[in-house]
């Protein structure tokens, strides 16, 4: 009975922990809303300049569960529900010059990490981890690359040092990258594929690409999260492309694990993703778009709420200034790779 009554009290203690944070995050959408009606501005933007402004009650254990909540849980979702906007129509509309443009990006990102790497005379495999992270997605990205790099001696990979960091920076560049780049593609006056192929191909977390994309306009966010699912489903080659080259300083064991841990890594909203799409491509979403894509954006809101509240920079003061230099520099060069390709579509 004790069991039971444990089991039953369970989600109210649950909600009891989250709802501090997640009212925190409604309100903050709340207002980012009525700010964006009144002065025709993109909702995303505000809500994640109002987050940042409240980032000092983050770490209160009163609201770090629900933000926890909104910026990781929600955000995912509502990437997830975006799947209902797209058919597979529109993948095949990016056409092989946006495939070659993104393959490209990706290689050259990860030449550029190793070779930064070898310059500021850090290991070569801080390199690869910058760069990959860079190219593909963030610090997912980067578990999965540093899980089939060689061991060391004492039995760590030389990188599990740097892999916070990096995933640090990467979300910081990311939401740096979400506020800049809409700006350049507005000014530039990028059309919607061309922003969406800057956006999707340049910025390092699939939910900033999302919110990036999307306050430019809806094609614009439909082109950039394309582009995005196309370099994140690059993960699985670039890891097997890393493990099999360095395979010889792997044990069998490792290699035997490697397919687990890639079906681990790579994010369950990504699925929920394409399975909407294929729904939709098939058109059996009939009626339900509307409202799936206002569940996707009110769920974006409340994770953006919650993202800018998490976003802080004294993370970056003990990571060293030669790893922070790395990922500025491959951050740039996908940037110019991506937006010199975009600019060519615009001519």
């Known amino acids: 009975m004790l069991a039971r009554a444990a089991l039953l009290d369970a989600p109210g203690q649950v909600l009891r922990r989250v709802w501090p944070g997640w009212a925190t995050c409604v309100l903050i959408a709340l207002a980012a809303s009525f700010v964006a009606a009144l002065h025709q501005g993109p909702p995303m933007l505000y809500a994640l300049l109002f987050g940042t402004a409240l980032h000092c009650h983050n770490p209160e254990d009163r609201t770090a569960a629900g933000v926890e909540l909104c910026s990781r849980t929600l955000l995912r979702l509502g990437v997830g529900l975006l799947g209902a906007r797209i058919t597979w129509e529109q993948v095949a509309h990016l056409g092989w010059p946006t495939v070659l443009v993104v393959l490209g990006a990706v290689a050259s990102t ?25 190219a593909i997605c963030g610090a997912s990205a980067a578990l999965a690359i540093g899980a089939v790099l060689p061991r060391a001696a004492e039995g ?54 999302v919110v990036a994309g999307y306050s430019i306009s ?8 394309l582009v995005k699912l196309l370099r994140v489903s690059l993960l699985v080659v670039v890891v097997l492309g890393v493990s099999v080259a360095c395979r010889a300083t792997g044990t069998s064991t490792e290699r035997k694990t490697l397919p687990m841990r890639l079906g681990g890594l790579v ?28 569940a996707s954006r009110a769920c974006l809101l409340l994770g953006v709420a919650g993202l800018g509240m998490k976003t802080s920079f004294p993370h970056l003061a003990s990571a060293g200034w030669r790893l922070v230099l790395l990922m500025l520099a491959t951050s740039v060069w996908l940037g110019a790779v991506c937006l010199g390709a975009a600019w060519s579509l615009k001519t």
């Open 110 to 134: 990860l030449a550029c990490g190793w070779w930064g790497a070898k310059l500021l005379r850090l290991p070569w495999a801080v390199g690869v981890l910058a760069g990959g992270a860079t």
């Open 156 to 209: 760590q990979t030389p990188t599990e040092r740097h892999a916070l960091v990096v995933a640090v920076m990467a979300t910081l560049l990311s939401t740096a990258a979400m506020l800049a780049y809409p700006l350049i593609a507005r000014h530039l006056q990028l059309s919607p594929a061309a922003a969406g192929l800057f956006i999707g191909g340049s910025i390092h977390d699939v939910a900033q690409v």
């Open 218 to 225: 809806p094609a614009a966010g439909d082109a950039a999260s």
């Open 267 to 294: 994010p369950s909203f990504l699925w929920l993703f394409v399975a909407l799409a294929v729904l939709n491509s098939l058109g059996w979403l009939n009626g339900l778009q509307e409202p799936l894509n206002m």
